[in-house]
Every structure is written in structure tokens, then in C-alpha cells.
């Protein structure tokens, strides 16, 4: 939620999982919170091989405290690669404007692209030198 993509290893862990696409509700006040959590969101669309949908808050409650102002741009990425959408944006609406975005993803086109993609970065981890170690009910993982 929000923050929580701007580290990349909580997508690692669900990616591999088998997740296919991330929902990333965000609250941001200014344009410059939300650039980080787009740009945070499409990176890990690249190193994932993975959409990713962020959903903001827009407009302003002014009796909530901490809620007075929203900055956002909802938008659906996908990996940045040829056969998917131009500059990874599947659909996205205009900014701080109440908009419900509809798109169809296709999860398939994920599988294929990570493994024919033109950048495998999923596949090319260097996890002889990294490994993303995580405890799931008491039990230590190794992504």
C-alpha cells in the first residue's frame, strides 16, 4: 500500500509467488510523492515482469485532518518492453481529476515475456551474490 513499493523486495517475494499483476492504493499531497510512487511502480514492473495498477485519492476532505490535499494520477504499467504498451502506461487518467480507469491486462503476455522478453531480468538475478530472505508463519524463505 503506498510506501510499501517503494521496496523492492516485497514485490520480489509475491512475484514469485505468482503474482501477475500489483494494486497500489497511495495518498500523496504533492506531485513529487506521487512521481515516487510511479516511478517506484514502474520499476518494479520491469524487474518483474508484472503490471502494476496505483489508484490515488484526489479532490480534498477539509475537516480530515491530514486529508486536506491529494495530489494523484491513476494509472495501470506494464514491463517496458516492445510488445507491451508505449512507454509502459496501459491507461492512465488526466491528474487530481475523479476517474475510474477500465483496462484489459493480459497475464499470459507476462508469462511469455519472461522468458522471451528483450531483457530478462528476472532470470538473470545474480543470485549467487543476492538472495532476498524473508520468514512466511516462522519459516525463513529464499527468494
Not at 515482469?49 to 491530514?66: D, Q, R, S, W
Request: proline content about 3%; charged content about 25%; hydrophobic content about 40%.
Amino acid at each position: 500500500i503506498c510506501y510499501d513499493i517503494e521496496f523492492p523486495e516485497l514485490v520480489r517475494i509475491v512475484a514469485r509467488k505468482g503474482a501477475g499483476i500489483i494494486f497500489v492504493p497511495f495518498n500523496t499531497d504533492t506531485r513529487h510523492g506521487y512521481l515516487r510512487v510511479r516511478h517506484c511502480a514502474l520499476a518494479r514492473c520491469v524487474e518483474n515482469h508484472i503490471y502494476v495498477a496505483v489508484a490515488g485519492c484526489t479532490g480534498n476532505l477539509p475537516f480530515v485532518e491530514n486529508s486536506d490535499i491529494h495530489y494523484a494520477q491513476s494509472a495501470i504499467f506494464t514491463p517496458a518492453d516492445a510488445e507491451f504498451a508505449r512507454d509502459a502506461v496501459a491507461a492512465e487518467c488526466s491528474a487530481n481529476i475523479e476517474t475510474m480507469i477500465i483496462h484489459d491486462v493480459d497475464v499470459e503476455q507476462l508469462r511469455r515475456h519472461k522468458q522471451t522478453g528483450s531483457v530478462q531480468n528476472w532470470n538473470d538475478r545474480r543470485q549467487d551474490l543476492y538472495k532476498v530472505v524473508y520468514l512466511e508463519d516462522g519459516e525463513e524463505n529464499v527468494v
